[in-house]
């Protein structure tokens, strides 16, 4: 029908004039030209047909291009089903595709902003600060082990031990290591998001 571009919209259930059809189904429904065959495809399709994460166009879902800070709101926002907010947060997302799922976050007491009054959206999220992003959001507890060898006092050490206690993440980046400092491509993103609301 005539809503069916929807899917692939920015915001897959609100319609041009801002509201929200009744039903919308997206199982089975994949639009992405480079998602197959990809190690990520199973997370990928896990998120976009649970609204969790949408494409970086309305046929690419660009699993190996860098995750952005306004994308993982978006995402988080999504994934824990945040209500509509008609406050303003931050100086530097407006006109952002992600302003939404931002200050949906910020409402719930679930962001944090880049310093100042902004949030930078635009910047590239590195694994370390992914995981205090998602230990933060989640709420999670705290964890009674250390499970890997490379963020020894670091900045994100107790959230990256929350994820890996809350099974977000198991085997980090291999050899008993997270890899913090590493960028984290928008396919890796879904599995720590499928993971995180699966």
């Known amino acids: 029908g005539k809503d069916y571009w929807y899917a692939f919209a920015g915001n897959p259930g609100k319609a041009p004039n801002g509201s929200t059809p009744g039903f919308f189904s997206r199982v089975g429904l994949m639009p992405f030209t480079d998602v197959a065959g990809s190690k990520w495809e199973a997370a990928i399709t896990w998120v976009y047909q649970r609204r969790v994460m949408d494409g970086c166009t309305e046929t690419r879902f660009c699993p190996t ?11 988080l926002a999504d ?5 509509p907010t008609t406050d303003d947060f931050y ?16 409402a719930a007491g ?20 992914l995981a205090t992003a998602l230990a933060f959001a989640l709420q999670l507890p705290p964890a009674t082990q250390d499970y890997f060898s490379d963020d020894e006092g670091g900045p994100h ?42």
């Open 65 to 75: 291009a860098s995750i952005s800070r306004g994308a993982l709101a978006q995402a």
């Open 79 to 83: 994934g824990l089903r945040l209500p």
């Open 91 to 106: 100086a530097d997302d407006d006109g952002s595709r992600f302003e939404d799922g931002i200050n949906r976050l910020a």
């Open 110 to 129: 679930l962001a944090r902003g880049c310093g100042g009054e902004n949030y930078c959206p635009s910047q590239t999220m590195r694994r370390g600060p």
């Open 157 to 198: 050490e107790d959230s990256i031990n929350r994820i890996a206690a809350a099974g977000i993440t198991s085997s980090g980046c291999g050899g008993g290591k997270f890899c913090p400092s590493w960028l984290v491509p928008r396919g890796q993103a879904a599995v720590f998001l499928r993971n995180a609301f699966d």
